[in-house]
């Protein structure tokens, strides 16, 4: 029965070690399922019987090759079960052995260690015993001993003293003489020794006049700087003023460091010099790595290294010896009468502000030396990121010592300040980029031409947007990540100063320009922006912003706004351009209307020259506007057809002047629509809806016909002067009502001209239609083969 039991407990105990029972209890849910091929309560005919009725014989298949793999699986892990314990037997087999040899050996030598032990306690309980009676008088002579080696070190101070101080041992003479004194504090009633405290109190105050002499010296090494403080804080000085004469001292001299760095001289001995030019041990004792991780440097980034490796050390070196010399408790002075005379000491909390104020100061003016460096222009964004790694590294120990100081929050905003205004300097430098291509633009001659430019400067303007955004990606992800920044600010920034730049553009191209052909190009570009030159901006930031995670900041982008402000700017720009057409072709009407001698006309052969060249001007406003506002289709102005008829119109018009004349206090209802639209200010801003090449052609017709009847009214004719009058409005009757939107302003115009060159001829008689139908369609052809 014992056996028994102990097998039930040692089968427990292997259980609650693998985890039987609490596996066991899990699946006791499962226990009962006679479907469950793991269960104890499985049914093979049920499991089988139940998958030929609900399976298809695919999936049978399907069940009986995965039953297969799982049988082999689970043969494989047994088979490897089986040689791991095997191996496991015989590892425990052969380590018992070796346990077996070694405890045989290990009995010998414990009998061994017992004898040697007993031995031991034989021979010190003899020797204890041969001593006992003479302890006492050692002890004596010993105390002996320690008060002549005390007499002898009182007799020999003045002396050592003197040669301490001649040496300029000076911490070994206050060391001792402070030792003395305690010596001296206990005899102090033997006049013998109390001349030595005076020969030697007498040494130490010239010691002190020594070291205040010493520590008002410019040429004093800093090494011996802290020293000489600590020196006479002990001899009484004024701890208030010694401490911030220490500190005033190392602050110079670090800001000289900062002052007198120069990084190309640096670089260049870095670099290597003359043969037999002597080189600094310090300087070559970095590390080769470290050499070689400084080749690998920006200009910038190595002189922000360089300065660093230069400043750092000196600021961590006066940081320890503060605390080392000045931070602990203030030793009492050693000179008798200093203790009375010495200002109060300072707290510890007064000593930490003063090297906290000191420590800000001067880590203050590093960043500013670095920052100064590395806002130069010549420094690209990757550079910055180099260099301002290397001044977040080179203050990341000082930070980690006095992390109160808050100099690493110093650090990061300055490097903010630069990574923000680096951002600023590559979209100012996009902004300038897309205004030159804005002012690089010149006039088209052609269609052609006209459309090929605004291609390339679409294309260049997108380069130029990707470009900057291209560059940028330092100061995003990888400078936030670095300073622990959120990067979605930046971004934000950078969205913001992205939509400047492009609003620079829309400004920029609204700027006067010499050239009608110029402003359209501009025009031209406003719109290609419009129509997909904005909509690519948001994509450009999501491709930047997105892998980093900030795909977000690219929906801040406001596509619409900008939109809206190149489409005004377009619309401005269309708007000079046809008041620049407009000027173009009234002044070349008032001089050759001006030219004209209209009294001595010769009979009309032909159209006037200057009506053909209102028709080609038109034509080829017609042309650029058109590439310009694609998707309007382009009337023919050398329409087919009948000639029209001008002459019930004017006829009308002539007998309501003449009945006018006789009764001059009536107005027909044309002159006073002529009044108005002559008082009324002709522009295409005026004009609703968005700009087209039916609305600029009527604009530019209007004005041009209004240049036209101010002319014939302050003009003399001929007949056969009005005559040619007659033939021109004619013909231009014919070509420009099938390409205006205001037929009847145009055709009013028309015969206000005609009425008012009757009224101003001598001898009006008009030109039959008939007549003048020839000479149109002669015009038409001859036009409508030069202009396709």
């Not at 019987?49 to 298949?61: A, D």
């Given at each position: 029965?014992?056996?028994?039991?102990?097998?039930?407990?040692?089968?427990?105990?292997?259980?609650?070690?693998?985890?039987?029972?609490?596996?066991?209890?899990?699946?006791?849910?499962?226990?009962?399922?006679?479907?469950?091929?793991?269960?104890?309560?499985?049914?093979?005919?049920?499991?089988?019987?139940?998958?030929?009725?609900?399976?298809?014989?695919?999936?049978?298949?399907?069940?009986?090759?995965?039953?297969?793999?799982?049988?082999?699986?689970?043969?494989?892990?047994?088979?490897?079960?089986?040689?791991?314990?095997?191996?496991?037997?015989?590892?425990?087999?052969?380590?018992?052995?070796?346990?077996?040899?070694?405890?045989?050996?290990?009995?010998?030598?414990?009998?061994?260690?017992?004898?040697?032990?007993?031995?031991?306690?034989?021979?010190?309980?003899?020797?204890?015993?041969?001593?006992?009676?003479?302890?006492?008088?050692?002890?004596?002579?010993?105390?002996?001993?320690?008060?002549?080696?005390?007499?002898?070190?009182?007799?020999?101070?003045?002396?050592?003293?003197?040669?301490?101080?001649?040496?300029?041992?000076?911490?070994?003479?206050?060391?001792?003489?402070?030792?003395?004194?305690?010596?001296?504090?206990?005899?102090?009633?033997?006049?013998?020794?109390?001349?030595?405290?005076?020969?030697?109190?007498?040494?130490?105050?010239?010691?002190?006049?020594?070291?205040?002499?010493?520590?008002?010296?410019?040429?004093?090494?800093?090494?011996?700087?802290?020293?000489?403080?600590?020196?006479?804080?002990?001899?009484?000085?004024?701890?208030?003023?010694?401490?911030?004469?220490?500190?005033?001292?190392?602050?110079?001299?670090?800001?000289?460091?900062?002052?007198?760095?120069?990084?190309?001289?640096?670089?260049?001995?870095?670099?290597?010099?003359?043969?037999?030019?002597?080189?600094?041990?310090?300087?070559?004792?970095?590390?080769?790595?470290?050499?070689?991780?400084?080749?690998?440097?920006?200009?910038?980034?190595?002189?922000?290294?360089?300065?660093?490796?230069?400043?750092v050390p000196q600021l961590l070196e006066l940081l320890a010896e503060w605390q080392e010399r000045f931070v602990g408790e203030t030793p009492e002075p050693v000179l008798p009468d200093a203790?009375?005379?010495?200002?109060?000491?300072?707290?510890?909390?007064?000593?930490?502000?003063?090297?906290?104020?000191?420590?800000?100061?001067?880590?203050?003016?590093?960043?500013?030396?670095?920052?100064r460096r590395l806002q130069e222009d010549n420094v690209d964004p990757s550079s910055l990121l180099q260099g301002v790694r290397k001044l977040v590294g080179a203050l990341d120990e000082v930070?980690?010592?006095?992390?109160?100081?808050?100099?690493?929050?110093?650090?990061?905003?300055?490097?903010?300040?630069?990574?923000?205004?680096?951002?600023?300097?590559?979209?100012?430098?996009?902004?300038?980029?897309?205004?030159?291509?804005?002012?690089?633009?010149?006039?088209?001659?052609?269609?052609?031409?006209?459309?090929?430019?605004?291609?390339?400067?679409?294309?260049?303007?997108?380069?130029?947007?990707?470009?900057?955004?291209?560059?940028?990606?330092?100061?995003?992800?990888?400078?936030?990540?670095?300073?622990?920044?959120?990067?979605?600010?930046?971004?934000?920034?950078?969205?913001?100063?992205?939509?400047?730049?492009?609003?620079?553009?829309?400004?920029?191209?609204?700027?006067?320009?010499?050239?009608?052909?110029?402003?359209?190009?501009?025009?031209?570009?406003?719109?290609?922006?419009?129509?997909?030159?904005?909509?690519?901006?948001?994509?450009?930031?999501?491709?930047?912003?997105?892998?980093?995670?900030?795909?977000?900041?690219?929906?801040?982008?406001?596509?619409?706004?900008?939109?809206?402000?190149?489409?005004?700017?377009?619309?401005?720009?269309?708007?000079?351009?046809?008041?620049?057409?407009?000027?173009?072709?009234?002044?070349?009407?008032?001089?050759?209307?001006?030219?004209?001698?209209?009294?001595?006309?010769?009979?009309?052969?032909?159209?006037?020259?200057?009506v053909d060249r209102i028709v080609r001007e038109l034509r080829g406003m017609q042309g650029l506007v058109a590439q310009v506002l694609p998707g309007e289709p382009i009337r023919s102005m050398?329409?087919?057809?009948?000639?029209?008829?001008?002459?019930?119109?004017?006829?009308?018009?002539?007998?309501?002047?003449?009945?006018?004349?006789?009764?001059?206090?009536?107005?027909?209802?044309?002159?006073?629509?002529?009044?108005?639209?002559?008082?009324?200010?002709?522009?295409?801003?005026?004009?609703?809806?968005?700009?087209?090449?039916?609305?600029?052609?009527?604009?530019?017709?209007?004005?041009?016909?209004?240049?036209?009847?101010?002319?014939?009214?302050?003009?003399?004719?001929?007949?056969?002067?009005?005559?040619?009058?007659?033939?021109?409005?004619?013909?231009?009757?014919?070509?420009?009502?099938?390409?205006?939107?205001?037929?009847?302003?145009?055709?009013?115009?028309?015969?206000?001209?005609?009425?008012?060159?009757?009224?101003?001829?001598?001898?009006?008689?008009?030109?039959?239609?008939?007549?003048?139908?020839?000479?149109?369609?002669?015009?038409?052809?001859?036009?409508?083969?030069?202009?396709?």
């Amino acid at each position: 029965m014992a056996s028994g039991g102990g097998r039930v407990r040692a089968a427990s105990l292997l259980s609650s070690y693998y985890g039987y029972q609490e596996e066991a209890k899990e699946t006791t849910t499962n226990e009962e399922d006679d479907m469950n091929i793991d269960s104890s309560a499985f049914t093979v005919d049920k499991y089988v019987g139940t998958m030929l009725q609900y399976k298809s014989l695919e999936e049978l298949v399907h069940r009986g090759n995965a039953m297969v793999s799982e049988i082999k699986s689970l043969d494989s892990d047994m088979q490897m079960l089986v040689y791991e314990n095997y191996n496991k037997f015989i590892s425990a087999t052969d380590t018992i052995r070796k346990m077996k040899h070694r405890v045989e050996d290990m009995e010998s030598q414990m009998i061994e260690l017992e004898k040697n032990m007993g031995t031991i306690s034989s021979a010190s309980e003899s020797v204890d015993s041969s001593l006992s009676a003479r302890r006492g008088q050692l002890e004596k002579l010993n105390g002996a001993k320690k008060n002549l080696t005390k007499l002898q070190f009182l007799m020999d101070l003045p002396a050592r003293l003197q040669r301490c101080v001649r040496d300029e041992q000076f911490e070994t003479a206050v060391d001792d003489f402070r030792k003395a004194r305690r010596i001296l504090r206990a005899v102090g009633n033997v006049s013998s020794f109390r001349g030595i405290e005076d020969e030697a109190t007498l040494i130490i105050k010239r010691l002190a006049q020594v070291l205040s002499v010493r520590i008002q010296q410019p040429a004093l090494q800093l090494a011996e700087l802290g020293l000489t403080t600590r020196l006479l804080l002990q001899l009484g000085g004024n701890e208030a003023v010694l401490l911030r004469e220490y500190l005033g001292r190392r602050r110079r001299a670090l800001h000289d460091v900062l002052t007198t760095f120069p990084p190309a001289g640096v670089a260049e001995t870095g670099s290597g010099g003359e043969d037999n030019a002597p080189v600094d041990n310090a300087s070559t004792a970095a590390p080769a790595a470290a050499e070689e991780e400084e080749g690998e440097l920006s200009a910038a980034a190595g002189d922000v290294a360089r300065l660093g490796e230069a400043f750092v050390p000196q600021l961590l070196e006066l940081l320890a010896e503060w605390q080392e010399r000045f931070v602990g408790e203030t030793p009492e002075p050693v000179l008798p009468d200093a203790a009375g005379a010495a200002a109060p000491s300072l707290t510890i909390e007064a000593k930490e502000s003063m090297i906290l104020d000191a420590l800000q100061e001067l880590t203050g003016s590093y960043i500013e030396v670095c920052r100064r460096r590395l806002q130069e222009d010549n420094v690209d964004p990757s550079s910055l990121l180099q260099g301002v790694r290397k001044l977040v590294g080179a203050l990341d120990e000082v930070h980690a010592l006095v992390p109160q100081a808050k100099i690493m929050q110093r650090a990061t905003r300055a490097a903010e300040t630069l990574a923000k205004r680096a951002m600023d300097s590559l979209l100012q430098q996009l902004q300038d980029k897309l205004s030159a291509q804005v002012k690089d633009m010149q006039g088209a001659t052609n269609s052609a031409s006209l459309q090929e430019q605004l291609h390339e400067a679409g294309k260049a303007i997108s380069a130029h947007v990707l470009d900057a955004l291209t560059a940028t990606a330092p100061l995003l992800v990888p400078m936030c990540k670095l300073l622990n920044l959120r990067a979605d600010g930046m971004a934000k920034h950078l969205v913001g100063r992205l939509y400047a730049a492009l609003l620079g553009l829309a400004k920029t191209a609204r700027e006067s320009r010499a050239t009608a052909d110029s402003v359209l190009v501009r025009a031209g570009l406003c719109l290609h922006m419009v129509a997909t030159g904005v909509a690519q901006v948001p994509a450009m930031l999501k491709a930047q912003l997105a892998p980093h995670g900030l795909g977000g900041a690219a929906l801040g982008f406001d596509s619409a706004s900008m939109t809206r402000e190149m489409q005004a700017s377009a619309d401005a720009l269309l708007e000079r351009f046809v008041e620049m057409q407009a000027q173009k072709l009234s002044l070349e009407v008032t001089q050759r209307m001006q030219a004209q001698n209209w009294l001595k006309c010769p009979p009309p052969r032909d159209v006037n020259l200057l009506v053909d060249r209102i028709v080609r001007e038109l034509r080829g406003m017609q042309g650029l506007v058109a590439q310009v506002l694609p998707g309007e289709p382009i009337r023919s102005m050398m329409t087919q057809g009948p000639f029209s008829s001008a002459r019930s119109s004017v006829q009308l018009n002539l007998v309501q002047r003449r009945e006018s004349s006789q009764q001059p206090a009536s107005s027909s209802a044309i002159q006073k629509d002529l009044q108005r639209m002559f008082a009324r200010k002709i522009s295409l801003s005026a004009a609703a809806g968005k700009p087209s090449v039916t609305s600029m052609l009527t604009h530019v017709a209007k004005l041009t016909l209004k240049t036209l009847v101010e002319e014939v009214r302050l003009g003399t004719f001929g007949r056969e002067g009005f005559q040619q009058i007659q033939l021109d409005c004619a013909f231009l009757r014919w070509v420009l009502p099938s390409n205006v939107d205001d037929e009847g302003a145009v055709l009013a115009l028309l015969d206000e001209a005609i009425i008012s060159c009757q009224e101003r001829c001598i001898d009006p008689a008009a030109f039959e239609h008939a007549d003048m139908e020839p000479f149109c369609e002669a015009k038409r052809k001859q036009l409508a083969s030069m202009l396709g």
